[in-house]
């Protein structure tokens, strides 16, 4: 089982940036691929981005390519997410998810 830890999660204004962070409890983390979806309220959960266990591999969403940028940091089993030109839409929790397991969830809130 791999338990995942998200954080960096907050508030921010229209056009800002936040980082999020998801860290994996198991030594095999690196072993994974490693999603960050999101949910709005009342929508579907969605694929944000996501990156290949090496790391060489990302996917974007049409909505946030260009804005976000998925990496990993294996030695610290870590993945990490970089969002650049936050908009309201960006609002919704976002879930770090490794094969079936997932993390509790970030909040990001994005005002205008």
């Known amino acids: 089982q791999v338990e995942l830890v998200e954080s960096g999660g907050g508030l921010v204004q229209l056009g800002g940036s936040l980082t999020l962070s998801c860290t994996g409890s198991e030594a095999t983390f690196h072993t994974y691929a490693v999603g960050w979806f999101r949910q709005a309220p009342g929508k579907d959960r969605e694929l944000v981005a996501s990156i290949t266990y090496i790391g060489r591999g990302t996917d974007y969403a049409d909505s946030v390519k260009g804005r976000f940028t998925i990496s990993r940091d294996n030695a610290k089993n870590t993945v990490y997410l970089q969002m650049n030109t936050l908009k309201p839409d960006d609002t919704a929790v976002y879930y770090c998810?490794?094969?079936?397991?997932w993390g509790q969830g970030t909040q990001v809130t994005v005002s205008s």
């Open positions: 998810n490794v094969d079936q397991w």
